[in-house]
């Protein structure tokens, strides 16, 4: 008897992990005798779309919502309802594998639910792999790999654990690619963001957070030169206060992060409550709508659990 078809995908604004862990999870899955399809809830970065091209394979169809194809679901790389499908509400969710806190999350009924807190969802998924004995094909290893890099920024993040290096290491191994040489390449083509507008760049992986009912958004662009991409700043604080118009944010963070020195600027605007909220929790000042922010790559590690203690 064939399975109902159902949909894995990661969050929206989707990064490297979030799209590759549900083409992964999906293979994964399948293997197992699921009937599954890999989405994405939204088109790759720059980084991604640099991944995708290496590799030769498909970027995932991009969907908002499932239009009524499928009744049940699996999600990777989240669990916020906020950063997921736009119909979630109304879906079957019968597996997580995922990273990151739990919040905002309710089922009807059980589930399989997998969370560990390591650097990257396509780490669990390698140690699923190996439990289950699926051999993972080259091609998949490759972006596996390359979701690895991105999240940890090659093994320097904090959020980094031993298991994300011994992953890293067995799939290079399986796509044959040197990590070291390959992993500065790829998160240096993430970092091309000339052709992105500001208010692209705001978006582009940005997540809402709701904190004692805050409505909270923190957004991350990576770069090799901050005060390059500073160069645009009022069009970035323009574009910043927008979008709190639009969507009613009481806070709203743009993290300008320096992969070379794992540093970063940050741009913070909102109520001006929420603003001391923020200085109070990363022990900085925010003068001219900017806070520095030394030591900090995270956001999931360094910004949002000091700041929703905070709130
Ligand atoms: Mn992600
Ligand atoms: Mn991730």
Redesign the pocket.
């Known amino acids: 008897m064939t399975k109902e078809k159902q949909f894995v995908f990661?969050?929206s604004n989707?990064?490297?992990?979030?799209v590759v862990?549900a083409i992964a999870y999906s293979y994964l899955s399948n293997q197992l005798g699921y009937n599954t399809e890999a989405i994405a809830l939204g088109e790759p970065n720059e980084e991604t779309k640099f991944v995708f091209d290496k590799f030769g394979y498909e970027y995932p169809r991009v969907m908002n919502s499932t239009n009524g194809e499928v009744s049940s679901v699996m999600l990777v790389?989240?669990n916020e309802f906020q950063q997921s499908i736009d119909d979630i509400a109304d879906m079957e969710i019968t597996h997580v594998v995922d990273h990151?806190r739990i919040s905002n999350f309710e089922t009807a009924n059980p589930l399989f639910y997998r969370a560990e807190p390591l650097g990257c969802?396509s780490t669990i998924l390698w140690k699923m792999f190996v439990e289950q004995s699926v051999e993972i094909p080259a091609q998949i290893a490759s972006l596996m790999l390359s979701a690895i890099i991105s999240?940890t920024l090659l093994l320097k993040s904090p959020t980094t654990t031993d298991q994300d290096a011994t992953a890293m290491k067995s799939l290079a191994e399986i796509a044959g690619i040197d990590y070291e040489t390959y992993g500065l390449e790829m998160l240096k083509a993430g970092t091309n963001l000339d052709s992105k507008s500001t208010k692209e760049l705001i978006n582009m992986?940005a997540k809402t957070f709701d904190m004692k009912g805050n409505n909270v958004r923190v957004a991350q662009v990576n770069t090799v030169d901050v005060n390059d991409t500073l160069t645009r700043e009022s069009d970035f604080v323009n574009d910043i206060q927008s979008e709190i118009a639009s969507e009613n944010y009481n806070l709203f963070i743009l993290l300008i992060t320096n992969i070379l020195t794992s540093d970063t600027t940050g741009l913070i605007l909102g109520d001006d409550s929420a603003i001391a909220v923020f200085e109070k929790a990363l022990n900085t000042k925010v003068s001219d709508n900017k806070a520095s922010l030394p030591g900090v790559v995270s956001r999931k590690k360094q910004v949002v659990p000091p700041l929703n203690e905070a709130f």
């Open positions: 990661g969050h989707p990064d490297t992990d979030a862990a790389d989240h990151h969802t999240d992986d």
